[in-house]
């Protein structure tokens, strides 16, 4: 059995362990395994500012490393949540850059996940003009946009 297999079976397993009906398809990209549901109840696995998304995940990583005997990162996309969210973050980062660049000042954008803040990063790695650092530590981290 492949990994990617493997990672069909257990998020099958995980589902099944919940009660919830969902299409599972799978894609390794970059080392990360893509999973995408395709569910009626989108709702109730994203939860509240996709803090369910992310338990899941989190256990669906820890399932697969047991499994695997290694850790292999997850993505799990209910919905088109993490691409819209995405979406918004693009909005985001202009916005805050325009405003970074006005005032020469850093800014700071509060309240991102660790997948959010590292998406932002990745954004902004290359860019001329300004550059993003993340301060604090856990529920308190924060990403900063800077001017260069």
């Known amino acids: 059995m492949t990994n990617l297999e493997k990672v069909q079976k257990k998020t099958e397993e995980l589902l099944t362990l919940l ?3 969902a299409t599972v ?3 390794l990209e970059e080392e990360i395994a893509q999973i995408n549901l395709e569910t009626d109840e ?3 696995l994203i939860g509240y500012h996709g803090e369910t998304l992310e338990a899941l995940q989190l256990i669906l990583s820890l399932m697969l490393a047991r499994e695997l005997g290694e850790f292999m990162r997850v993505s799990l996309e ?3 949540y993490r691409k819209n ?3 918004y973050l693009q909005h985001l980062v202009e916005t805050t850059k325009e405003r970074v660049l006005a005032e020469q000042q850093p800014v700071p954008l509060q309240n991102l ?3 959010e803040r590292r998406i932002v990063h990745l954004m902004l790695q290359d860019d001329q003009e300004v550059t993003t650092e993340s ?3 856990g529920r308190d981290r924060v990403l900063v946009i800077k001017p260069r």
């Open 78 to 80: 209910i919905g088109d």
């Open 113 to 115: 996940k660790s997948w």
């Open 25 to 27: 398809s799978v894609a």
């Open 135 to 137: 301060e604090g530590e």
């Open 85 to 87: 969210r995405e979406d």
């Open 19 to 21: 009660g919830v009906q």
């Open 42 to 44: 989108t709702g109730m």
